[in-house]
């Protein structure tokens, strides 16, 4: 090693970066400009050189001429071939108190220095941490990533990295963070010389040895990634397998380390990664690399994680835990499509195999009860997505250029046999631009027939005659098939698997702006594994005059029209932003005049088309009420079974704020956008969602420990409603008071969504839509049915948790299978997956948007803490409770009003066996209860009287259709 510069005298530096660079003399004046205009002014940069073979030194020996008592420059007497060794050597030359590494490719904030070292100072930190962000440079919008965001929400201190093990496995960079240099000289940390990934020894080193470690949330690094390159980095270059035989020697070191050390809890947080993480970047490019390097790759992983404890798969999402399993027993033809989900998430990849009532993701294996239980995809419901809602793995499985432009074949995945044999099918291919708002084109697929497991489909492409690009901002087309099978279409890319691209040629293409910018289509592969085309130039004349049209792109007009391009855009989305569309809304109530007769309708935040509002809607629409009438609904497309000749406006879109500032009236069932105040001249019937167990509004902790201007905001919300439904005193006593309701705005008609309910009581047979809905949901006449409608469950933070049957499904079925249907509905909040075993014995029911007609259709009802126990109740039938985490309930920190337990109108089952028991016997539950549930309505439903909806639409639309207030 050389050193270019004598270590200097003077004040000792606060920092001293550690600059290393290879072969990049171009970008390394900019990283080392990141450092000498840092806010914090004492700080010195140390370049290490490690034997570039351009002029990177020299660039370096000139930096520190130019500012010799900031900067000094240092050479590696040979090329140690990885980032360790100059870092090592910066070390040994440093003079800071603390020392920081950067890359010559990379630049630190502005204000890195300053923030490490005043959070170091304050807390005494061996290590502190900062925020990384991974920049996309050659992203047209320069894409920023947070890494591991979670990580740095706020400052925080701790005295060992066992306190947060996320850290120690997810964050194994050394350049967003900043050591104490007699913490790096006391401990001998120094990074591995000549292996790659030497970041993660060294990191886990450190953390490991610090005595206090400090995290920070400010930004500090900028990682400049280059995805577009010809010379990948060390950490892209996954298709050497030198690069994984160093990934797993930096790991077993690491693991020695922690096994030294007894840290057991450490390691599995770290094999979790590892399988998460590590595993999955080289899985990613299997299917494009040859046999000999899966069989090698395989062989390397397996022996390392043959040994990893049971609970590191367990804890892994199931393709993950797919993935691993398959190469551990080199099954190279289910893997491949595994591999094809693990990057494409919602991808169904595999035909699956259904055994037993169960679904896996093949059928290999499965003798192995292990591999049944990795395997197993029930839960994911793939057997019972339709169609349309299915993303299929559609494999290119040939690829010839033709006189007109290209010849392609393929296979789609027939999972389960989605696709019967003699359905209707056709396909056509669509090219479309990568950037948005391009036109596309579509081609029409020639061939196309069943193969049982696959859909086998050959299309000639005239490329040359049908793809008419623009040929400057449309360089990259996607290509997706459409496929129609018996009216219900799905799309996707193809994926291009083991099908050489590289060889192929280019296509010949005529640009609308002439040929002058590109001639040539030529295929290429994803970042996803996906067909794709490109423009290039191939001639002379197109290579000169893309160059002509870039450097144009950079002079000043084209820069001053993306000026303008992209403040426009910018607007545009202002506009669409949330403060932009309130304050918008609130201009509109200023000068709109309310649109008389006008009423906007919404139920559950305009996720159904149901519910009370519903109710009045119908009830209106059968007087005839001369009413213009909006409902929203939430998403992009309204539902289907969203009433036909009305005014459908998406919810927050500038209609439906429109719609509620000119509105008459306002009908929810739940709330409107808190932050719409409500004009005067429009009148809030808040007709709500159900009684209340559970404890509501102000009631709740949460809302009593509000900052006041906060708990304020949330009262001005609630004091929108002119009128609120009420269908008991119970009601008023709780919802009324929760929310601070005054006595004047309190509706005492019942809920409009129990008329039907009231009035089926004591009939013979369901009215006819419940009879409807039995067909359509194809029920068996010859049995009654039960209906299970549990509320959701809420974890500590908050959020909804998934629903999982609280007993076992099959059992159930196989018991009562031949005695009753059992219609399964969670709370909309939920999802339900069931397993083919049970399919019509039973049914989920949770997609059918309005309650009321599966409680006309259900003889007996079992639920938990639902609010449909008032409701069912007035039908008189038997209400089984299944109340088997009724303390966890009932006691966490939002409480009850009553105790179920005691006050139940029916049995209450606390385990899986008692409700079984229960179930045996509905006659018995109906002869027992029958008094009780009667009084459970005399308490809970005393205004529910079956005419709700007409008294509602009697005091504000009149009898006769006229609105009144």
């Not at 000792?12 to 000498?36: E, G, K, M, Q, W």
């Not at 420059?73 to 603390?98: D, F, M, T």
């Not at 009262?715 to 601070?740: I, P």
């Not at 459970?936 to 009898?959: N, T």
Request: glycine share 6%; hydrophobic share 40%; charged share 30%.
């Amino acid at each position: 090693m050389t050193n270019a510069a004598e270590e200097v005298s003077g004040t000792t530096p606060d920092i001293s970066v550690v600059v290393i660079v290879y072969n990049d003399a171009a970008r390394l004046p900019t990283a080392v400009r990141s450092v000498l205009d840092q806010s914090l002014r004492n700080v010195e940069v140390v370049i290490a050189d490690d034997c570039s073979t351009d002029d990177s030194f020299q660039v370096a020996q000139r930096l520190a001429e130019a500012d010799p008592d900031r900067v000094r420059a240092i050479r590696l007497a040979e090329n140690s071939g990885g980032c360790g060794e100059p870092r090592n050597q910066g070390i040994k030359v440093a003079r800071g108190r603390y020392v920081m590494f950067l890359d010559s490719d990379d630049i630190l904030d502005p204000h890195a220095c300053r923030n490490m070292l005043e959070a170091a100072d304050r807390t005494g930190a061996d290590l502190v941490s900062g925020k990384c962000v991974r920049v996309h440079v050659d992203h047209r919008n320069n894409k920023r990533v947070d890494w591991y965001p979670w990580l740095y929400r706020t400052t925080r201190t701790f005295d060992s990295i066992a306190e947060l093990p996320d850290l120690f496995v997810f964050d194994t960079l050394s350049t967003n963070k900043c050591y104490r240099r007699e913490f790096l000289q006391e401990k001998e940390l120094t990074f591995p010389r000549g292996i790659h990934y030497e970041d993660l020894l060294f990191s886990a080193q450190a953390y490991l040895a610090a005595e206090r470690i400090t995290l920070i949330p400010q930004t500090v690094y900028h990682w400049n990634v280059v995805e577009k390159t010809e010379a990948k980095s060390i950490s892209n270059r996954r298709h050497e397998i030198n690069n994984f035989a160093d990934r797993l020697e930096i790991h077993r070191r690491v693991d020695a380390i922690l096994k030294r050390r007894g840290l057991e809890d450490l390691r599995l947080h770290k094999d979790v990664k590892f399988l998460k993480h590590d595993l999955v970047l080289y899985l990613r490019d299997l299917p494009f690399l040859d046999d000999d390097y899966r069989h090698r790759f395989a062989e390397m992983a397996n022996e390392y994680t043959r040994d990893f404890p049971r609970g590191a798969f367990d804890s892994l999402d199931p393709i993950h835990a797919i993935c691993a399993f398959l190469l551990l027993k080199e099954d190279w033809p289910n893997l491949m499509p595994a591999i094809d989900t693990l990057i494409n998430r919602n991808k169904v990849s595999s035909p699956l195999a259904e055994v037993g009532g169960r679904v896996y993701w093949c059928a290999d294996h499965l003798d192995d009860p292990h591999a049944r239980d990795i395997l197993d995809v029930t839960d994911r419901g793939y057997h019972s997505t339709p169609l349309d809602r299915l993303n299929l793995r559609n494999q290119l499985t040939g690829y010839q250029e033709s006189a007109t432009g290209v010849v392609l074949d393929g296979q789609i995945v027939n999972p389960l046999g989605v696709v019967p044999p003699g359905a209707s099918m056709k396909a056509e291919l669509e090219f479309k631009a990568r950037r948005r708002s391009l036109r596309s084109y579509r081609v029409p697929v020639q061939e196309l027939r069943h193969d049982g497991e696959w859909l086998s489909w050959h299309a000639e492409v005239p490329l040359r005659q049908t793809l008419r690009p623009l040929g400057i901002i449309d360089e990259v087309w996607d290509i997706r098939l459409r496929l129609t099978v018996d009216g219900r279409t799905t799309a996707g890319k193809i994926t291009a698997g083991n099908t050489d691209l590289e060889e192929t040629g280019a296509i010949v293409v005529r640009p609308m702006l002439t040929r002058a910018t590109a001639d040539r289509l030529k295929p290429e592969v994803s970042a996803k594994g996906h067909l794709a085309f490109v423009l290039t130039q191939h001639g002379r004349a197109a290579q000169v005059g893309r160059a002509l049209v870039q450097r144009n792109l950079q002079g000043p007009p084209a820069r001053a029209a993306k000026t303008v391009l992209r403040k426009a855009r910018d607007a545009r989305r202002r506009l669409d932003s949330g403060p932009r569309k309130i304050q918008g809304y609130h201009q509109m109530v200023k000068v709109l005049p309310v649109r008389k007769g006008t009423v906007v309708f919404e139920s559950h935040l305009g996720k159904q088309y149901s519910d009370s509002p519903r109710a009045i809607f119908e009830e209106l629409r059968r007087r005839g009420a001369p009413i213009t009438a909006i409902w929203s609904y939430e998403g992009k497309n309204p539902p289907k079974d969203y009433p036909q000749g009305v005014e459908l406006v998406q919810r927050w879109s500038w209609k439906y704020l429109r719609a509620l500032a000119q509105a008459e009236f306002w009908i929810d069932n739940q709330g409107f956008p808190l932050k719409l105040a409500k004009r005067p001249e429009t009148t809030y019937i808040q007709t709500w969602h159900g009684s209340a167990l559970k404890r509501m509004g102000f009631d709740e902790p949460k809302y009593r420990i509000m900052a006041e201007n906060e708990q304020q905001d949330y009262q001005k919300a609630l004091d929108r409603f002119d009128h609120f439904v009420v269908r008991t005193e119970h009601d008023v006593r709780t919802l009324a008071r929760a929310y601070r309701l005054p006595e004047e705005r309190l509706l005492r008609v019942g809920y409009p969504r129990n008329d039907a309910l009231v009035q089926a009581r004591g009939a013979a047979e369901p009215p006819a839509a419940a009879r409807e809905l039995a067909a359509q949901l194809g029920l068996r006449p010859d049995l009654p049915v039960v209906l299970y409608a549990p509320t959701f469950r809420a974890a500590a933070d908050g959020r909804v948790q998934s629903f999982e049957a609280p007993f076992d499904v099959d059992a159930f079925a196989d018991r009562f299978g031949d005695r009753f249907t059992l219609l399964v509905r969670s709370h909309y909040l939920n999802k339900v997956t069931l397993p083919p075993s049970v399919a019509g014995r039973i049914v989920d029911v949770t997609g059918v948007p309005d309650i009321t007609p599966l409680l006309l259709l259900a003889d007996a009802l079992v639920t938990d803490y639902s609010s449909v126990m008032f409701d069912y109740a007035l039908t008189e039938r038997p209400i089984v409770f299944y109340a088997y985490d009724w303390e966890e309930y009932a006691h966490d920190i939002r409480g009850t009003y009553f105790n179920l337990l005691e006050e139940a109108p029916g049995p209450v089952a606390r385990t899986e066996e008692e409700l079984l028991s229960t179930l045996s016997d509905l006659d018995a539950v109906r002869a027992k209860y029958s008094d009780q549930v009667k009084d459970f309505v005399a308490r809970y439903g005393e205004y529910d009287r079956g005419d709700a909806a007409a008294r509602i639409a009697d005091r504000f639309f009149g009898p006769a259709g006229g609105t009144t207030r």
